[in-house]
């Protein structure tokens, strides 16, 4: 058990190392997922409860001043509980989705003063040309905003896996069933949640095109990417290209205009 926690921090440190590592999508559940099950013995878990969560939360993109809710934490305690207790993705979505809530207002409200008192520390060392000392501090102050991740995740890990097991164990038939139906709609609310970001005139036609291809034409997911892919290369070379031709030319003749006027002014 103590090997398994030590192994549950490295995995929440590296989640928490994209301020590091740049924005490589370790946060994101669908790598979390299949790492947390790799280390608890069950990686085809732990690849199935990833997806879920990452579909379910697919849309958690910080956008302005939005924060989502912490990945990191829903997907690695959710995960590893439901592992350990022997649940399904379900479960891991039923719990992973408050903790993930949980953990942010923690962020927020702990560990975002820490990171404030190292980046006035961040200012002060480029006030004094101090270049090794600023790098340093950035590369805390990444950390320190999510210190209560790093901390609070393993320990609950540790010491919360028999009381979720006792607890999962005791939940009735009705609301497992409950459980199990939020979890077949909250991916189709992370899809919607991603749609309104990215759905405009231009792109509805060929969401719902898709749609009725694999609802009616029998073909899958991955047949439907690989004939968007052809279109879209389809589009460019037959519409784009001769559009962005066109547009230079015209631009040309009208500088070569005005060129000539001024000339022979």
């Known amino acids: 058990m103590l090997i398994n926690t030590l192994l549950i921090f490295f995995i929440t440190f590296l989640g928490y190392s994209e301020w590091l590592l740049g924005t490589s999508f370790l946060q994101r559940p ?3 997922g299949p790492l947390v099950g790799l280390v608890l013995g069950d990686v085809t878990q732990g690849i199935i409860m990833g997806a879920t969560l990452e579909l379910a939360m697919v849309g958690a993109v ?13 997907t690695v305690l959710g995960v590893s509980l439901a592992i350990q207790s022997h649940a399904g993705p379900a479960a891991a979505l039923t719990l992973g989705i408050p903790v993930a809530t949980i953990m942010l207002a923690m962020n927020t409200a702990f560990g ?5 008192l190292l980046i006035h520390r961040i200012d ?3 006030a004094e040309a101090n270049t090794k000392a600023m ?4 590369l805390l102050a990444g950390w320190a905003q999510n210190w209560c991740g790093i901390v609070f995740i393993p ?3 540790y010491f ?29 609310l992370g899809f919607a949640m991603l749609a309104q970001m990215i759905m405009n005139k231009k792109v509805a036609a060929f969401f719902f095109i898709g749609f009725f291809i694999v609802a009616y034409g029998g073909i899958s997911t991955t047949g439907v990417a690989i004939f968007a892919t052809l279109v879209a290369i389809v589009m460019y070379i037959f519409i784009d290209k001769p559009m962005q031709k066109k547009t230079i030319i015209a631009e040309n003749t009208a500088n070569t205009t005005e060129e000539g006027g001024f000339d022979e002014f």
């Open 30 to 32: 669908i790598i979390l």
């Open 160 to 188: 919360g896996s028999a009381f979720v097991t006792k607890l999962l164990g005791n939940i009735p038939d009705f609301i497992q069933t409950g459980m199990n139906i939020a979890a077949g709609l909250l991916p189709a």
């Open 135 to 138: 790098t340093r501090n950035m």
């Open 112 to 116: 975002q003063p820490v990171m404030l």
């Open 155 to 157: 320990l609950a890990f």
């Open 62 to 74: 910080s956008v302005g001043a939005y924060n989502p809710p912490d990945l990191i934490a829903g």
């Open 124 to 126: 002060k060392n480029a």
